[in-house]
């Protein structure tokens, strides 16, 4: 296990480096550059911001400058925001789309395992019907329709919870809800569908033979073996709520990191791009292994080489 | 979702309408500031948030934008303009308690002029004597620089030319001090709240990137007896329409600009707490004069002269904006703009013939650039059919992304393009200097020496009226060559609770929140009567 784990590591280090060559190169291509304003700044002026950043050196010196300091963990100032390194943007950013993740996936399965439960005991009855119809709609609407209507809702006509910002509990609830509401719908679909299919198996069966309760048939034997496949959506899922966060973050002003991720590619801030990328390229890397470990507790039948 | 039941409640205002607890004001300052480090400014928020933490020799008066006093007490002026004594306050600190004297202003001036700063903003002090060339690395001693304290309080300010609206440019946040004893110590991370001194009637306390600002009174400013506020909070929120949901929610009491454009039209004559206001800015398309057809005169005029620019602003964009036909806009005293190219489409269709291209036969395919937004796109739409209706002229559509965009721009690789400037400072020079034929932002390529010969004129002429006379004249000539079509000058939309008192609307969208003070009774002062009802602060 420990020996599958470091190789997965070794493996990724020539990924991420190929990551960082390629998004180092084809960055550069856009026309433009970080310096660009709607006042043009005189010619000596942005050749003092040029050579300030080492942007008048041919590419391949910056290339090698920007590896070198990739090896200290270093990623650089912002040319955007000079007065704060991109380490500081991503400390400050994504523990607060971390958070917003979080509490999105923790509403995905509060609302999506019991839902998809019921439905699969319920199968082909009225709940099950009625569960996977608002499945359906859950699935077509996106979020940047789902924010708001739930900011005209709550915020603006009962002023239940604010319309923005984050920080306090009453700022996560809308916020979290319509990050999590598309991962809620998938979640209660594979839950029930393979619910459905877990209480046809012959354990289950004897489980009931047995004489025991049916809460505990479904809680202890029927909900483990179908939670596999939620696992295994669980991994990229927790990656895409965490990196994929920018609309709900534009539409809530949650200062988050998903917005730098758009917004340094169009302000030509090179190193917050890379950065950005960066850290993005390891987060996918772990939260694939952690499910491919996490895979490994709940079904011992699977082996690692 | 325009607008939720709340505005059948307060039928009046848009949203809540009850103040804050406290002597807080929260706004929302729209984008993430890039830099408040005075000497970097870049755009309108950095110069928002950098406007309550330093203050200059002399300040705006927020009600007429006249210069006040501001650190320097008083000043002299010579008489052929060019030199300029000021004296400072008495007992002046910085934030941390380090006593604030000329020799900081010398400091930050000669750093903004710094190439090694590399300061975007370091031409708008290259009037001191030497500045240009100490920037541009041409001289190395700094010494040599016009600027001088002559003793603790008093700094000696030498020009290169008679500047009658210096004490403007000395209100401008670029001219305002930096402290020396911060910066040595912590570098480019200075403006950090665990570092900064400042010496305006506020101080940070609190920055969180895109998210907020948090400031408090300055106890040590000269003036903070008279500042009511406690505490302000800035936002950072830069979607228009989440910026909306916060005021209508009352999370905040002002958005000084970028109302969502699709609001004004419903919010405008239904709420009273949207405010227009002309802006010190315009808005107009640049030919590119290197090019044909477009360097023959006679087809920019048939151009500019079938826009219907009343149209653009009253039927298409509702939001406040005049048009024009000139390229200053409007609002300097004293200065009145010769007349433009008003439209009319029978000229325009006439000069065209007179071009060569009767009723539009032969004339070349043209694009209109602009960068990717909702508006300018609608824009361009209207234009692109005002042509093909009144000249019978073909025109595509050529949107890129910002940078993409400016790059395109100012390397001429374009036809037509939008182009917009808002003024630095209460003067016409702020226009009518971008045409200048050396200007970086004279984006048409336009070089006429008659132009430019006035404009060295107007920079030579100490007597206002004159010198005003000659900025008409290279105007009046600009209007006749038409390197540019102006379409119209732009309007703020803000939206401001009715319980804020002391934001005054200016041309410059410059504000004092020192000012800045809450009226609880503001329900009963609404009732004495428009006018009347300022009320008394606690």
Same mark, same amino acid.
Do not use: C
């Given at each position: 296990m420990i020996k599958f784990v470091l190789r997965r590591i070794v493996i990724s280090i020539p990924v991420i480096f190929l990551v960082a060559t390629s998004t180092f190169f084809i960055m550069r291509l856009?026309?433009?550059?970080?310096?660009?304003?709607?006042?043009a700044i005189p010619a000596e002026i942005q050749a003092n911001l040029l050579a300030k950043y080492g942007l008048d050196q041919p590419l391949w010196v910056q290339y090698g400058r920007y590896l070198r300091n990739l090896l200290r963990f270093d990623l650089g100032?912002?040319?955007?925001?000079?007065?704060?390194?991109v380490n500081q943007i991503i400390r400050e950013g994504f523990p607060v789309s971390l958070e917003l993740g979080l509490a999105a996936l923790i509403f995905a399965l509060l609302v999506g395992i019991p839902v998809g439960v019921v439905s699969a005991v319920k199968h082909r009855g009225f709940a099950d019907h009625l569960t996977m119809g608002m499945v359906l709609i859950g699935i077509s609407v996106p979020s940047f329709v789902l924010g708001p209507l739930l900011i005209f809702t709550f915020?603006?006509?009962?002023?239940?919870?604010?319309p923005g910002m984050w920080g306090s509990l009453r700022q996560m609830v809308l916020p979290s809800i319509t990050l999590g509401m598309i991962y809620a719908v998938y979640i209660a679909r594979l839950t029930r569908a393979e619910m459905i299919e877990v209480l046809h198996q012959d354990y289950i069966r004897t489980a009931r033979a047995k004489g025991m309760g049916e809460f505990r048939v479904l809680w202890k034997h029927a909900l483990n073996g179908a939670m596999l496949p939620v696992v295994s959506f669980l991994g990229p899922a927790i990656a895409d709520m965490v990196t994929g966060s920018i609309v709900v973050e534009r539409i809530f002003a949650i200062p988050g990191l998903g917005r730098f991720f758009v917004d340094s590619a169009f302000s030509r801030d090179y190193t917050t791009v890379m950065g950005t990328v960066l850290f993005y390229a390891v987060l996918l890397i772990l939260a694939n292994l952690v499910v491919d470990v996490v895979y490994k507790f709940m079904d011992p039948r699977i082996e690692y080489q | 979702m325009l607008c939720s039941s709340a505005c059948q409640r307060?039928?009046?205002?848009?949203?809540k309408v009850e103040p804050p607890e406290g002597k807080v004001f929260r706004f929302n300052n729209s984008a993430e500031p890039e830099y408040i480090d005075p000497n970097l400014l870049a755009g309108i928020p950095d110069t928002r948030i950098a406007a309550m933490l330093f203050e200059g020799l002399t300040v705006y008066d927020?009600?007429?934008l006249i210069p006040s006093p501001g650190a320097a007490e008083s000043w002299e002026v010579s008489s052929d303009l060019t030199l300029y004594t000021f004296h400072l306050r008495k007992n002046l600190f910085w934030s941390d308690g380090q006593p604030l004297t000329a020799r900081d202003f010398v400091y930050s001036w000669t750093r903004i002029l710094d190439?090694?700063?590399?300061? $975007?903003?370091?031409?708008?002090?290259?009037?001191?004597?030497n500045g240009q060339d100490f920037n541009e690395g041409r001289?190395?001693?700094? +010494?040599?620089?016009?600027?001088?304290?002559?003793?603790?309080s008093t700094l000696q300010v030498k020009l290169r030319q008679p500047v009658p609206y210096f004490l403007s440019l000395t209100s401008h946040d670029t001219y305002d001090p930096v402290p020396a004893h911060i910066i040595s110590r912590?570098?480019?991370?200075?403006?950090d709240p665990s570092h900064i001194a400042s010496n305006g009637p506020f101080m940070l306390v609190e920055h969180r990137t895109n998210a907020k600002f948090e400031l408090v009174r300055?106890? $040590? =400013?000269?003036d903070a007896a008279n500042v009511w506020l406690e505490r302000v909070t800035a936002y950072s929120v830069d979607d228009n329409h989440t910026s909306a949901n916060l005021y209508e929610a009352g999370v905040?009491?002002?958005?000084?600009?970028?109302?969502?454009t699709d609001y004004i039209p419903y919010m405008r004559g239904r709420f009273k707490d949207l405010i227009v206001q002309p802006y010190l800015g315009n808005y107009y398309y640049s030919f590119n004069v290197t090019r044909p057809p477009l360097n023959n005169p006679l087809v920019r005029r048939a151009l500019a002269m079938a826009l219907d620019r009343r149209a653009i602003t009253?039927?298409?964009? $509702? +939001?406040g904006q005049i048009p024009t036909s000139h390229f200053v806009p409007f609002g300097f005293a004293n200065y009145h703009s010769p007349p433009g190219p008003e439209y009319n489409p029978q000229e325009a269709a006439r000069l065209l013939a007179q071009a060569g291209?009767?009723?539009?036969?032969g004339f070349p395919h043209l694009d209109i650039l602009f960068n990717t937004l909702a508006e300018h796109k609608k824009i361009a739409e209207t234009v692109q059919q005002m042509w093909s209706k009144n000249l019978n002229i073909q025109v595509s559509l050529r949107n890129e992304e910002w940078a993409s965009f400016l790059k395109s721009r100012q390397s001429r690789n374009y036809d037509v393009a939008r182009d917009a400037w808002i003024g630095? =400072?209460?003067?016409?020079s702020t226009f009518s200097d971008?045409?200048?034929?050396?200007?970086?932002?004279n984006d048409p390529g336009w070089k006429n020496p008659a132009y430019d010969r006035l404009l060295a004129e107007a920079r030579q002429q100490a007597d206002e009226a004159r010198r005003m006379e000659i900025l008409q004249k290279a105007e009046a000539i600009l209007l006749q060559d038409l390197p540019v079509a102006p379409i119209y000058t732009y309007a703020v939309n803000a939206l401001l609770k009715p =319980?804020? $008192?002391g934001i005054y609307g200016n041309v410059l969208d410059r504000h004092a929140l020192n000012r800045v003070w809450i009226d609880r009774q503001w329900r009963e002062h609404a009732a004495q009567g428009e006018?009347?009802?300022e009320g008394q602060r606690d």
């Open positions: 856009a026309p433009g550059g970080p310096f660009l304003s709607e006042k100032p912002s040319y955007k925001y000079p007065d704060r390194s915020s603006l006509t009962l002023y239940w919870f604010p | 307060h039928s009046e205002y848009f949203g927020p009600q007429t190439p090694k700063t590399a300061s $975007r903003y370091a031409n708008m002090l290259y009037y001191i004597v001289l190395k001693d700094a +010494g040599q620089l016009g600027v001088k304290a002559l003793d603790d912590f570098g480019n991370q200075w403006t300055n106890p $040590r =400013y000269w905040v009491d002002w958005v000084p600009d970028y109302v969502p009253d039927d298409l964009l $509702r +939001g291209y009767p009723n539009g036969e630095d =400072y209460p003067d016409p971008l045409m200048e034929s050396t200007n970086g932002n =319980y804020v $008192r006018g009347k009802g």
